[in-house]
């Protein structure tokens, strides 16, 4: 079980508040990671959270949940220029080796 | 003061040819990966290097040779290239001491197989 899940789409309006959600199994967990593509670019790391709670930098949060299989991504004053993919991602049973979410295209509208 | 970059940002090719990609880190980084991505988005590991010794070598058509000249480049080599492997590939590093959560991307090869 090393599976990851993630809504495909998510629709949000400037300046509001979004929260993509990402679930997991639970054999071999250590820690969920969160990148951002922006369509044409390359995937960009954003956050890692090794621990329970909540990791803040600048206007987006990560917040992970052991207990619950679960973790999400916070966006704030959502800006057009957040309209990209965003993936979770965690080690997998191998070493070396991210398993990764299908990722969330997230639509930004005026 | 690319951290990770490759060669050729897009290369359009007939099916049957052989062709590479390069890809090089001046982040000093011990461990390289090669990521395939589809038009669906998703990314697929293919091969991790760690310190120039293959590690993850997942179900890839050994169509497809990663070769590791020393632990700041990762080439792709595909032989007999089949309209299937047409997508994005993308080289990746990460830093020692088990940093595979944080990784960094090249801009991507974007491979077209007519």
């Known amino acids: 079980g090393q599976s990851l899940e993630q809504p495909s789409e998510v629709t949000a309006v400037e300046g509001a508040i979004v929260q993509i959600n990402c679930t997991y199994q639970?054999?071999?967990?250590?820690?969920l990671s969160w990148y951002q593509q922006h369509d044409g670019g390359a995937p960009t790391f954003l956050s890692y959270?090794?621990l329970d709670g909540l990791e803040e930098t600048g206007r987006f949060s990560s917040f992970l949940s052991r207990s619950d299989s679960y973790g999400y991504l916070l966006l704030q004053e959502l800006q057009m220029k957040d309209s990209a993919s965003y993936f979770c991602?965690?080690?997998?049973?191998?070493?070396?080796?991210?398993?990764w979410g299908a990722g969330t295209k997230l639509i930004i509208k005026p | 003061d690319t951290a990770v970059s490759q060669t050729p940002k897009y290369l359009v090719t007939q099916m049957g040819n052989d062709k590479s990609i390069k890809c090089e880190q001046n982040?000093?980084?011990?461990?390289m990966y090669w990521y395939k991505q589809d038009s669906k988005k998703f990314l697929k590991i293919m091969f991790s290097?760690?310190?120039?010794?293959?590690?993850i070598n997942e179900t890839v058509p050994n169509r497809f040779s990663p070769k590791s000249p020393d632990k700041a480049h990762l080439n792709l080599h595909i032989n007999s290239l089949e309209l299937g492997d047409s997508a994005v590939y993308f080289c990746?590093?990460?830093?020692?001491?088990?940093?595979?959560?944080?990784?960094?991307f090249g801009p991507g090869t974007r491979l077209l197989v007519l």
């Open positions: 990746a590093s990460s830093p020692p001491g088990g940093g595979e959560e944080t990784q960094y």
């Open positions: 982040l000093g980084h011990d461990t």
């Open positions: 290097y760690n310190n120039k010794e293959l590690i």
């Open positions: 639970t054999s071999g967990f250590y820690g």
């Open positions: 959270n090794a």
């Open positions: 991602a965690r080690r997998g049973d191998s070493n070396y080796q991210l398993i």
